[in-house]
């Protein structure tokens, strides 16, 4: 499960790599509301790659289940305690689940983090980069609206 985290915070991290890429391109200059095509694209990129690892899931599932016909697991007393098929259930099960999780994961960083970026740029019309340097020309009562954006937020994901 830490590997599966880390992996899946590499991979967050990428997509908001790739996301900055597109905002700073000169399309999304001067558009403010066409900004937030972005964090929808990544969200749509990020079901379509998850859908594609589910397939490939699947089928590394189907081709291991032969490895599990030769293990079982004995008690003290020599006697088998689980079957061949409890073990590959609960093992796929708790690798399906943690792979679901990290997928989740690195979707919900990359598309809540542009975003942010987006609204960002909405409130002050200065488009942020990935490093988050607030530029002079920022007005501070910027810095108000953001915060009320995150009070929404913050209200929207409680509900």
């Known amino acids: 499960k830490g590997w599966a985290s880390i992996f899946a915070h590499v991979t967050g991290f990428a997509c908001i790599h790739c996301g900055d890429a597109l905002l700073q391109m000169s399309i999304f200059e001067g558009r403010q509301l066409l900004t937030f095509i972005v964090p929808a694209l990544m969200f749509l990129s990020c079901i379509t790659l998850n859908a594609i690892a589910g397939s490939i ?8 289940s032969g490895v599990y ?15 061949s098929a409890e073990i590959r259930s609960w093992t796929q099960e708790l690798w399906k689940e ?15 983090f542009l975003i942010v970026q987006a609204c960002r740029y909405s409130i002050s019309g200065v488009m942020p980069t990935v490093r988050v340097e607030v530029e002079p020309s920022e007005k501070f009562a910027c810095s108000y609206e953001l915060f009320a954006l995150a009070v929404v937020f913050a209200v929207l994901t409680s509900v």
């Open 57 to 64: 899931r699947k089928l590394v599932l189907a081709g291991v």
């Open 69 to 83: 016909e030769r293990l079982s697991i004995t008690d003290s007393d020599g006697e088998s305690a689980q079957t």
């Open 98 to 112: 943690n792979v679901i999780d990290a997928e989740h994961d690195a979707a919900s960083i990359a598309v809540s």
